[in-house]
């Protein structure tokens, strides 16, 4: 099992890439995934549990930069019919772009049929999209991290700031904690601060529902950093998107004048769904347009963009729609920490 610190240590700055995910599909009698870096050496490969240790050779080559498996391997894959079908299954698909249903599932269904692959990676390489130190952005924040003062943070969105599909949520090993609850201990071990947290995210709510609630949910606890993720829900275009998002901001800043802002751009849901593919590219370009002193940006859309030019949205999904797995939550907790503490 791996520590906190190596779950929270920048995930593609280091060496050692720890417990990246990989999920099997076989087509045409093969099984492959690939990996973000090139390996130098594959240290170990196990279930995503971490209850199986997989052996190379036996279950598993390395080959053209994707973990195989042989043709006795004990590690699961999906048949690519498993997760493209012809007939909807009720409550466990959604209708895909032409005709079809794809696999759905909540809990940890995915989780435990879902590979990681800890691993060396060739040290020319670098990981294609970085994020900055946000000292400029979120000035009054920073200066009281830097200063050892309590802090109040809140975290507001859906459900993927509420933690669905985290093994932590879901009751299964290895408990990863949700993302917010990770960003707030490593600034609390990195500055050895107090920290008062309140992640006051619901499942299935949008930015509207985000303007309704925002007193009661954000401006009554008096924030210093408010953390505002939504669009993964909305349905209304880019304007309409940002109109909303400044709504919510307006209605915190009458309460707390000096409360700063990390506005968090969505990933980008199972693009062979119609149902849930609307503006989210959009709203990170929303989101950017309101970025000034004070507010600042996560784009965990850009994120998930650099790894889905290397690996699949398969590999990066906890129910194959919009949710995060426990690797996707730790690239989350990255990218918020990477804003907040000075590398």
């Known amino acids: 099992m791996i520590t ?8 593609f700055n280091g060496d050692i890439i720890y417990d990246e995910s990989v999920t099997f599909v076989e087509e045409n009698g093969k099984a492959a995934a690939p990996l973000y870096f090139d390996a130098e050496e594959i240290i170990n490969v196990t279930s995503a549990d971490k209850t ?9 080559i390395y080959k053209n930069n994707k973990i195989e498996l042989t043709p006795g391997s004990s590690i ?3 048949n690519i019919n498993d997760l493209i079908f012809d007939d909807k299954i009720e409550g466990q698909s959604f209708e895909t772009s032409d005709g079809r249903y794809s696999l759905f599932h909540e809990g940890h269904f995915f989780h435990d049929r879902q590979i990681s692959v800890t691993y060396r990676k060739k040290s020319s390489q670098c990981f294609g999209y970085k994020q900055k130190f946000c000292k ?18 809140v975290l507001y969105g859906d459900s993927i700031s509420e933690g669905a599909n985290s093994s932590g949520t879901t009751l299964t090993t290895p408990f990863l904690p949700k993302w917010g609850d990770m960003v707030i201990e490593k600034i609390k071990r990195s500055y050895g601060v107090n920290v008062v947290f309140y992640n006051t995210s619901m499942g299935g709510r949008d930015s509207s529902w985000g303007v309704q609630n925002a007193q009661e949910r954000v401006a009554d606890y008096r924030p210093d950093l408010a953390i505002i993720a939504f669009g993964m829900n909305d349905r209304i275009d880019g304007k309409s998107f940002s109109e909303n998002i400044r709504k919510i901001m307006s209605i915190i800043t009458k309460t707390t004048p000096d409360t700063e802002y990390i506005l968090c751009a969505t990933t980008l849901p199972n693009q062979m769904l119609p149902e849930f ?14 970025a000034k002193d ?26 194959n729609v919009n949710h995060l797995n426990d690797f996707m939550i730790r ?7 990477s804003m907040l503490i000075e590398k």
């Not at 400029?136 to 943070?153: M, Q």
């Not at 593919?277 to 309101?290: F, P």
């Open 52 to 60: 199986k240790e997989y052996k190379e050779n036996t279950d598993w």
């Open 76 to 78: 699961f894959r999906f």
């Open 277 to 290: 593919c609307a503006y989210q590219k959009d709203y990170r370009d929303a989101l950017y347009s309101i």
């Open 4 to 11: 906190f610190e190596q779950i929270t240590e920048p995930l």
């Open 331 to 337: 690239c989350h907790t990255e990218l918020v920490c």
């Open 294 to 319: 004070g507010v600042a940006v996560a784009s965990f859309y850009d994120l998930q963009k650099e790894l889905l030019r290397k690996k699949r949205f398969i590999d990066l999904t906890g129910n």
């Open 136 to 153: 400029n952005e979120l000035k009054k924040t920073i200066k009281k991290l830097k200063d050892k003062r309590d802090v109040t943070i």
